[in-house]
């Protein structure tokens, strides 16, 4: 099967290790054995984390993007209603979740409906709200989170300030001759990867060291800082 | 503690990576330091996943047949029912479980208490429902991977046709010399296996290369196929 | 930041592996990048698992003795209700968890709300109920796992008779030269230790041995005997 998912992750944080902006949303095809993107879309997005809700539209139209490019046989999208067809997802299968997320995901649900339909009409797939089941969602958040790395230094470079970004659950990054490789650190999980190329030698104009979120188990930070250059 | 325990696993996977049939049912005796199963009996079941509640009536049978051959102190049945005794489990109990559940369990529930009332009385031992907090029972669904993945060699060898196997949760498989070791990828499971003897070289006779099930995480699949004779 | 935290644990167990003892409590000082304990208080506590429930008080008790030792910006407890301020808990918070589980902490709210109120007071700093989701609280925990080795070979050697030692969720104990260090085995806390420094050579009188808690995945346990002299 070749799968396309996407997903927006890694966060900037507050000096109280608290998201304030997410920093990247990425779409990807995955396919057999599932350990990497074979092909991808990146973007920076630094969205706050109050209006995080809607970035799964934003994300829907990233596959839509992909698939223009490469073909597929199925769209995860990274909501977990059990693997149920989002042109079909109506407002009572919503009745189980919070409230307030049921409120979110009303306001946003015709709009995803009409792109899960449109990508049905046009190349005849389907769109499953399969969520956290998924390891193509999963290989999309490792992505997100190796491009956060790259957008967040450009960022400390330009602004010449440093920053603390937050990365996606469990999984730690590593950086290699040509890009960053942020691994998985869940269980059966130590084969998949997501993998930025660091085409514009960024990652070589800062310095990062890993720390753990202290207020939340499970998820480590990088603090990233302008290199000083021997004067 | 010398404890019995059985389950049954690992399961015959469609294109769409869906669970078909299970393929193997085992019984363990277990001892300290409780990492590998010391004797087992193992069978090849083939059976419906539609059909597969009715499976733990035939796990507990197979305690029956390993307590015909060696002593134990206990016996750990794969039900989550905080370690109650299986013999007094009453409706009542069954309470805080879904209704179609509930309704297996019912069907069920006469033949389970007669059995553990047999092996109360014969050996003097107690039948516990401790499922996911058991290691023997864990210890037993990696022994049934384990052997699952001779008995699906076994059927691709007779009838020259490829299948993906999906493996329990959370494990992997090493081929060694005299057969097939899975082991778990849980935390603090790192020294806990499942080892089938592979005493009529199946194994010789096929390939077999390891995938993610890409729709469930943490879940990994063989795809194991005939080997091609060289001409 | 600076963080202040406790936790009380490791259990000494019976034959069917049941906890019977919590063995130590510990304060700790800890600070980025979060591996482990800067400074820390450490106790034998020995105390009856049935009021296990009251410890939490004592913990408290010990952050507030490290704070007269060492400065600190926050308080965690190894209470779960998502970082609420201990100071403002109310019963109407407590809504959520089982009436037991509720009775047992209004019986200590009081308590508790009063020490919180005093530590803001005297050194101006908050007390959250943070529990599972702190990196501290889990040092504090693995912590307590290696001082519990310590205390649990005293008793060994003083009593002449070994015991079975319960540790923390998801760890293992590893001897170094000038004492014990006890590993996380969690997802994405492989660099989290806990440390107590062997200033008695407590360690070289005793012998010990690892196995799995039949009866609690998750857990290991430590068996610990008298070191028999050669004649």
Known sequence: MRIISADSGAAL????????YIVAAVSVLVEPPYRIAQKHIAEPIFSK???SHELIVHELELC???LKETKADVVHLDMSFGG???EELSPIQLSNISSKARGYLLKILPKMRKIAADIKRVYGIEVLAIGKDSVPVRIAELTAGAYAI???AEKVVKEKQGVLLGM??????????NGVVVHSLIPAEHDIVGFAADTDEILAKVTSSELLNPCARGFRALEITPKVEPV
Chains 1, 2, 3 share one sequence.
């Not at 944080?13 to 304030?20: C, P, T």
């Not at 996606?168 to 001759?177: N, Q, V």
């Open 64 to 66: 839509q993007m992909l």
């Open 49 to 51: 984390v109050a209006n």
């Open 13 to 20: 944080l507050n000096e109280r290790y608290e998201a304030q």
């Open 150 to 152: 790259l957008y967040a």
């Open 84 to 86: 149920a067809l989002m």
């Open 168 to 177: 996606p659950s469990k999984c730690y990054a590593r950086r290699i001759e």
